[in-house]
T-cell receptor, first 114, second 119 residues
Framework: GENVEQHPSTLSVQEGDSAVIKCTYSDSASNYFPWYKQELGKGPQLIIDIRSNVGEKKDQRIAVTLNKTAKHFSLHITETQPEDSAVYFCAASIRYSSASKIIFGSGTRLSIRP | NAGVTQTPKFRVLKTGQSMTLLCAQDMNHEYMYWYRQDPGMGLRLIHYSVGEGTTAKGEVPDGYNVSRLKKQNFLLGLESAAPSQTSVYFC??????????????????FGPGTRLTVL
């Protein structure tokens, strides 16, 4: 069945350094790849997304890349700040005519060291 | 707008007890979802609804029932709680397919979660 694998499960980086989280997906029909950030005690919140017709997307310090051939996509956070500490989830979604099916990765706990 | 709200925030049940989790959204979203979140397993879809009066099974539906009698509410029921249902439950909602041409038409808006412990 469909599967999304996410690595690493935990990541600790020095404040100001970059953080990279990688995901792979199994269903080649997936066409939408959102990234969610979950802060402690809160629900996940969308931070950036990318569609299958785009290879890269950037929003300030956050960027996402997609390699459809390899079925890989990655989240890049540059100049990390303490408020970036959270759990990040990748997901892959397949859009059908009446509904979309979304599969989440297992999450990455990112810690920013001061 | 309050967005997506969930009640209760916390609950402790004994094995065999029943309860209902309530999700409400004020964004006029057509789609609503119930997920459970367990350590190391991410978010897994329990049930979802594509409109008032409709429900469908997700990835892990066993032991749960849902109802969508009103567009703004999505209820998750546990008829006979089991310790394996100890988890954090998240409700989410989203726009329908095709209504929004660009950008956020697949974005799911999540509630703050309900932490359920079954003893």
């Amino acid at each position: 069945g469909e599967n999304v694998e996410q690595h690493p499960s935990t990541l600790s980086v020095q404040e100001g350094d970059s953080a990279v989280i990688k995901c792979t997906y199994s269903d080649s029909a997936s066409n939408y790849f959102p990234w969610y950030k979950q802060e402690l005690g809160k629900g996940p919140q969308l931070i950036i997304d990318i569609r299958s017709n785009v290879g890269e997307k950037k929003d300030q310090r956050i960027a996402v890349t997609l390699n459809k051939t390899a079925k890989h996509f990655s989240l890049h956070i540059t100049e990390t700040q303490p408020e970036d500490s959270a759990v990040y989830f990748c997901a892959a979604s397949i859009r059908y005519s009446s509904a979309s099916k979304i599969i989440f990765g297992s999450g990455t706990r990112l810690s920013i060291r001061p | 707008n309050a967005g997506v709200t969930q009640t209760p925030k916390f609950r402790v049940l004994k094995t065999g007890q029943s309860m209902t989790l309530l999700c409400a959204q004020d964004m006029n979203h057509e789609y609503m979802y119930w997920y459970r979140q367990d350590p190391g397993m991410g978010l897994r879809l329990i049930h979802y609804s594509v409109g008032e009066g409709t429900t469908a099974k997700g990835e892990v539906p066993d032991g749960y029932n849902v109802s969508r009698l009103k567009k703004q509410n999505f209820l998750l029921g546990l008829e006979s709680a089991a310790p394996s249902q100890t988890s954090v439950y998240f409700c989410a909602s989203s726009y329908p397919q095709g209504r929004w041409v660009l950008l956020k038409d697949n974005e799911q808006f999540f509630g703050p979660g309900t932490r359920l412990t079954v003893l």
